[in-house]
């Protein structure tokens, strides 16, 4: 767990920055210039991501479980998910309703994508990793909140659309295929 942990800290910690220090990365990127912060942030987001993978991969050899599978969840999460990927999709379809209203659907879908999670797994390496996620989503999208809003262009009907097509056809890819073939786990039993 110890290599879950590092990994959440590093990965989670320099996507707080600009939330919780403001002061301090802008002290970075003045010190190290707009391509050399870049660089930093990308070798510890990096670093964070493969200690995330290789930790949970480790946990999930021994798992501890922290409570009985509850029957039906992974329905329930499975549902949760479709939303999660049209608030994905959102974030990059042009001249959508959910940009325009939500302001921040990647933030959001995080957000979903982490509690789903929460409720469809039982072991203190899933609580920590999905636990960590939500909890940084929240702190994340509150701080979005407090700024100026984005300009977004002015959606259309055209654009919601295609955004409900796109996250229903990358749900279906990850259900159906992805998350069986990449994590070894099928969302669907």
Same mark, same amino acid.
């Given at each position: ?63 501890? =479980?922290?409570?009985? /599978?509850?029957?039906?969840? %992974?329905?329930?999460? #499975?549902?949760? $998910? !479709?939303?999660?990927?049209? *608030? ?23 957000? =979903?994508?982490?509690? /789903?999670?929460?409720?469809? %797994?039982?072991?203190? #390496?899933?609580? $920590? !990793?999905?636990?960590?996620? *939500? ?36 749900? #279906? ?17």
């Amino acid at each position: 767990m110890t290599w879950l942990a590092l990994g959440l800290a590093l990965f989670l910690g320099i996507h707080l920055t600009r939330a919780v220090a403001p002061r301090w990365r802008e002290a970075r990127i003045a010190r190290l210039g707009a391509m050399g912060w870049k660089g930093f942030y990308t070798v510890v987001s990096l670093t964070g991501f493969v200690l995330i993978l290789w930790g949970y991969s480790l946990a999930r050899q021994q798992p501890v =479980v922290l409570w009985p /599978a509850i029957r039906g969840m %992974n329905h329930g999460a #499975a549902a949760l $998910m !479709l939303v999660a990927m049209v *608030l994905m999709a959102a974030a990059y379809v042009p001249r959508n309703h959910f940009k325009a209203k939500l302001q921040h659907p990647m933030t959001l879908s995080v957000k =979903v994508w982490a509690f /789903a999670h929460l409720i469809a %797994n039982n072991t203190l #390496a899933d609580v $920590m !990793l999905f636990g960590s996620f *939500l909890v940084w989503s929240i702190l994340v999208f509150r701080a979005a909140r407090r700024r100026p809003a984005p300009a977004t262009a002015t959606p259309t009907v055209a654009g919601s659309a295609a955004t409900v097509v796109a996250g229903a056809a990358l749900w #279906a890819f990850f259900a159906f295929w992805a998350h069986a073939a990449w994590l070894g786990i099928a969302p669907l039993g």
